[in-house]
C-alpha cells in the first residue's frame, strides 16, 4: 500500500472529463463481418463486389493477417479467402459469432456504448490521438485485433464468452478469462493506445516493457468509466488480492533475481504472459509484469503531477521509476 507523504501532487488524468455520450457521437461499428459472411455463404459477386467498394481498407489489412499478403484485387486471393472460411468448424463459428453480436443486440448496444464513451475520454485526455473506423471481422481464433492506419477491427470469434465450446478444444482457461464481450471495448480502446505510442523499447529489458505497459493500463484506467486493474486484465478477486498482498515480495524477487536491468528476453516475457506464473510462486496469476508496471506508473503521476500526453511522450523508463520513488 502506498503511503502519501506531504509534498506529493495529486494529480490524475481524470479532470473534467465526459460522463456521457451524445447521439450523434457514438461510434458506428462497420459490420464488415456481416457482409463478408453473405458472400462466404452464397459466392454471389454482386456481394463480393459491394465488398470491394465498401471496404478496401478491410481487405487489405485482412489479407496481410491472414495470408501475410496484399489482395491486390487478384481472383485468386478471394478465392483463398472463401476456402479458407468454409472450413466446416470456422464456418460454424463463423455463424454463431455473427448471430451472438447481431447489430441492435445488447452485445452491440453495450460495446458501441462504451467506446463512445472511452473514446469522447482518450481525446479530451490525448488530444492529439486520432480516432479511427470502427470494425468487426472474423479471423478464425487468431489475432484478436488487427490496425490500419485510419481503421481498427475485433475479430468477434475471440470473444464469445468463457464457456464457448469450441473454446474448450483450443484454449487455456487462463486464455478464455479474456474471451468475454466484456473484453472487447477494453481491447479496443487498448490497441488504439498502442497504435499510437507504439513500444520504442528494448524487449529483452524487463523494466522498459513494464513501465510502457504500465502505462497503457493506466491511461486505461482513466479513460473506460470504472474500468480497474483488475478488470482490464480480467483478474479474479483472488488474483489481484495475491498482486496486492504479494507486491513488496515480487518486487524484491525481481530486484534479487536481478531481472529488471538485465537484457534476457527469456526472462522479461515471462512476466508478460497470462499463465499462472509458476517461476516466482505455484499460487501466482500471470501478467505480473503489467501490475508492477501500473504501480510504479500509478505512483509517478501522483508524484509528478504529469498529464497523460506527459507521460507517454517520458520515453525514459529510468526515469519513470525514479521519479516515482516506488516501494512497495
Same mark, same amino acid.
Given at each position: 500500500?502506498?503511503?502519501?507523504?506531504?509534498?506529493?501532487?495529486?494529480?490524475?488524468?481524470?479532470?473534467?472529463?465526459?460522463?456521457?455520450?451524445?447521439?450523434?457521437?457514438?461510434?458506428?461499428?462497420?459490420?464488415?463481418?456481416?457482409?463478408? $459472411?453473405?458472400?462466404?455463404?452464397?459466392?454471389?459477386?454482386?456481394? &463480393?463486389?459491394?465488398?470491394?467498394?465498401?471496404?478496401?481498407?478491410?481487405?487489405?489489412?485482412?489479407?496481410?493477417?491472414?495470408?501475410?499478403?496484399?489482395?491486390?484485387?487478384?481472383?485468386?486471393?478471394?478465392? =483463398? $479467402?472463401?476456402?479458407?472460411?468454409?472450413?466446416?468448424?470456422?464456418?460454424?463459428?463463423?455463424? %454463431?459469432?455473427?448471430?451472438?453480436?447481431?447489430?441492435? @443486440?445488447?452485445?452491440?448496444?453495450?460495446?458501441?456504448?462504451?467506446?463512445?464513451?472511452?473514446?469522447?475520454?482518450?481525446?479530451?485526455?490525448?488530444?492529439?490521438?486520432?480516432?479511427?473506423?470502427?470494425?468487426?471481422?472474423?479471423?478464425? $481464433?487468431?489475432?484478436?485485433?488487427?490496425?490500419?492506419?485510419?481503421?481498427?477491427?475485433?475479430?468477434?470469434?475471440?470473444?464469445?464468452?468463457?464457456?464457448?465450446?469450441?473454446?474448450?478444444?483450443?484454449?487455456?482457461?487462463?486464455?478464455?478469462?479474456?474471451?468475454?464481450?466484456?473484453?472487447?471495448?477494453? %481491447?479496443?480502446?487498448?490497441?488504439?493506445?498502442?497504435?499510437?505510442?507504439?513500444?520504442?523499447?528494448? %524487449? =529483452?529489458?524487463?523494466?522498459?516493457?513494464?513501465?510502457?505497459?504500465?502505462?497503457?493500463?493506466?491511461?486505461?484506467?482513466?479513460?473506460?468509466?470504472?474500468?480497474?486493474?483488475?478488470?482490464?486484465? @480480467? &483478474?479474479?478477486?483472488?488474483?489481484?488480492?495475491?498482486?496486492?498482498?504479494?507486491?513488496?515480495?515480487?518486487?524484491?524477487?525481481?530486484?534479487?533475481?536481478?531481472?529488471?536491468?538485465?537484457?534476457?528476453?527469456?526472462?522479461?516475457?515471462?512476466?508478460?504472459?497470462?499463465?499462472?506464473?509458476?517461476?516466482?510462486?505455484?499460487?501466482?496469476?500471470? =501478467?505480473?509484469?503489467?501490475?508492477?508496471?501500473?504501480?510504479?506508473?500509478?505512483?509517478?503521476?501522483?508524484?509528478?503531477?504529469?498529464?497523460?500526453?506527459?507521460?507517454?511522450?517520458?520515453?525514459?523508463?529510468? %526515469?519513470?521509476?525514479?521519479?516515482?520513488?516506488?516501494?512497495?
Amino acid at each position: 500500500m502506498f503511503v502519501f507523504m506531504a509534498g506529493f501532487v495529486f494529480c490524475e488524468c481524470r479532470h473534467n472529463l465526459p460522463e456521457t455520450v451524445n447521439d450523434f457521437e457514438m461510434i458506428s461499428i462497420n459490420r464488415f463481418d456481416s457482409i463478408l $459472411l453473405r458472400w462466404i455463404e452464397t459466392d454471389d459477386p454482386a456481394i &463480393l463486389a459491394q465488398v470491394k467498394v465498401r471496404y478496401p481498407q478491410m481487405i487489405e489489412v485482412l489479407g496481410k493477417a491472414l495470408f501475410k499478403t496484399s489482395p491486390a484485387d487478384s481472383s485468386a486471393f478471394f478465392r =483463398n $479467402l472463401i476456402n479458407y472460411y468454409s472450413e466446416p468448424t470456422l464456418l460454424a463459428l463463423y455463424r %454463431d459469432a455473427v448471430n451472438f453480436y447481431s447489430t441492435g @443486440s445488447p452485445e452491440i448496444t453495450g460495446i458501441t456504448q462504451e467506446l463512445s464513451l472511452g473514446f469522447k475520454r482518450m481525446k479530451t485526455l490525448l488530444p492529439a490521438i486520432r480516432i479511427p473506423a470502427i470494425y468487426m471481422h472474423i479471423s478464425g $481464433l487468431q489475432q484478436n485485433m488487427i490496425a490500419g492506419d485510419s481503421l481498427l477491427s475485433c475479430s468477434i470469434d475471440k470473444y464469445m464468452g468463457y464457456d464457448y465450446p469450441l473454446y474448450e478444444d483450443f484454449f487455456y482457461d487462463h486464455q478464455r478469462k479474456s474471451m468475454t464481450p466484456e473484453r472487447i471495448a477494453k %481491447d479496443y480502446l487498448n490497441a488504439r493506445i498502442k497504435s499510437e505510442y507504439p513500444y520504442t523499447g528494448k %524487449d =529483452n529489458m524487463l523494466l522498459e516493457r513494464m513501465v510502457y505497459e504500465g502505462k497503457i493500463v493506466y491511461l486505461l484506467t482513466q479513460i473506460g468509466k470504472n474500468y480497474t486493474f483488475q478488470n482490464i486484465m @480480467s &483478474l479474479t478477486g483472488d488474483e489481484y488480492q495475491w498482486c496486492r498482498k504479494y507486491e513488496s515480495v515480487l518486487w524484491s524477487t525481481i530486484i534479487e533475481r536481478k531481472h529488471l536491468y538485465t537484457p534476457d528476453i527469456a526472462a522479461t516475457s515471462k512476466y508478460f504472459q497470462p499463465a499462472p506464473s509458476t517461476f516466482i510462486s505455484a499460487e501466482a496469476p500471470g =501478467n505480473l509484469g503489467y501490475f508492477i508496471g501500473y504501480r510504479i506508473v500509478e505512483s509517478y503521476m501522483k508524484r509528478t503531477g504529469s498529464t497523460c500526453e506527459e507521460l507517454m511522450i517520458n520515453k525514459d523508463a529510468q %526515469d519513470v521509476l525514479q521519479k516515482s520513488r516506488y516501494k512497495p
